[in-house]
């Protein structure tokens, strides 16, 4: 496991003792009709209809917050799926864009949100739900190298935070080559909260406003 991979699945399981129930489409789809009533085309499973906003869902996963669709890559700790169907394409272009701000503050390579994995990772904490992150990729050969190889040449990686019932992103972007690491944490309006990841942010905000109390 590459040195991103490990630094990045420790704030994972970090984070998972304070995750809250983001805001995702977890309806269980519908059973099939039965073919007297499809009218002699084959029965289909409807998607999750729930929406966020309004709009349509930021992910489709089951009630055990996992895609309807097997993952494209899989190990003992960690599953890959491709984005398509199991993010919003909205909420997908969003963070391409989020992305892409956070990494011309170093002059690096944009994404086009089109090369992107969700990636799970086991847990053994709480209700034992995976821990969700998108990560995006600027070609589909770093994709492969930091999915399949043993380093990452680049990164931007994307982990949900919900607090309040606001959702929050912690943005890791990095370049290998230029020796680039940043984190930071963005509110539901794209703004710049702070330079490190949200869960980190929020908890010392806590813990300041609570010394301050004291006094």
């Known amino acids: ?6 630094s990045v699945l420790s704030v994972l399981l970090g984070l998972q003792c304070l995750w809250l129930a983001p805001a995702w489409a977890s309806d269980a789809p519908p059973p099939p009709k039965p073919a007297a009533e499809a009218k002699g085309e084959p029965a289909k499973a409807d998607k999750p209809t729930r929406t966020f906003e309004g709009q349509e869902p930021l992910f489709y996963f089951d009630s055990k917050r996992r895609p309807y669709i097997e ?10 799926f491709v984005c398509r169907g199991v993010i919003g394409e909205w909420f997908r272009q969003q963070m391409a864009e989020e992305a892409n701000m956070l990494a011309a503050k170093d002059g ?51 982990i949900m935070y919900v607090l309040d019932k606001t959702l ?25 909260l702070a330079k490190e990841e949200c869960w980190h942010h929020f908890f010392d905000k806590a813990a300041k406003e609570k010394t301050k109390d004291k006094h």
């Not at 496991?1 to 490990?6: A, G, P, Y």
């Open 1 to 6: 496991m590459n040195t991103l991979r490990f």
């Open 71 to 80: 993952p494209f890559h899989k190990t003992e700790q960690e599953e890959y």
């Open 108 to 158: 690096l390579e944009k994404v086009t949100g089109s090369t992107c994995a969700v990636r799970l990772v086991a847990t053994q904490h709480g209700k034992k739900l995976p821990i969700v992150s998108v990560e995006l990729y600027v070609n589909s050969n770093v994709m492969r190298s930091c999915i399949l190889g043993d380093s990452c040449p680049q990164s931007r990686t994307v």
């Open 168 to 192: 929050y992103r912690s943005y890791f972007i990095t370049d290998q080559e230029r020796k680039i690491r940043r984190t930071y944490c963005l509110d539901n309006k794209s703004k710049i």
